[in-house]
Nanobody
């Protein structure tokens, strides 16, 4: 009922910046929050950031605070993740996600998922 389509990502050197975008379509009226997760090879999927649609309140994992910024465009049903001061440890496949119940940090808190996009940060 809801589709999430991602764009952005790529390869940058450490200290560089990238912007990821996630556009929602379909039955989006019941979307409560959207977030970003990432998964590096051999590691579990990790929460990165989330934002509530209504009030725009945000939540970040400690490792990205001060470097990443999540934002939303309610009119376009789009959420962005601006990533600055990128580090090699940020290298992962990034997925956007949508939640219908609440803004959480767990994989199971989210109901819809984007296709994923690779972010690679070289030393």
């Amino acid at each position: 009922q809801v589709q999430l389509v991602q764009s952005g990502g790529g390869l940058v050197q450490a200290g560089g910046s990238l912007r990821l975008s996630c556009a929602a379509s379909g039955r989006t009226f019941n979307m409560y929050a959207m977030g970003w997760f990432r998964q590096a090879p051999g590691k579990e999927r990790e929460f990165v950031a989330a934002i509530s649609w209504g009030g725009g309140s945000t939540d970040y994992t400690d490792s990205v605070k001060g470097r990443f910024t999540i934002s939303r465009d309610n009119a376009r049903d789009t959420v962005d993740l601006q990533m600055d001061s990128l580090k090699p440890e940020d290298t992962a496949v990034y997925h956007c996600a949508g939640a219908t119940r609440f803004r959480g940090r767990k994989y199971s808190d989210y109901d819809y998922w984007g296709q994923g996009t690779q972010v690679t940060v070289s030393s």
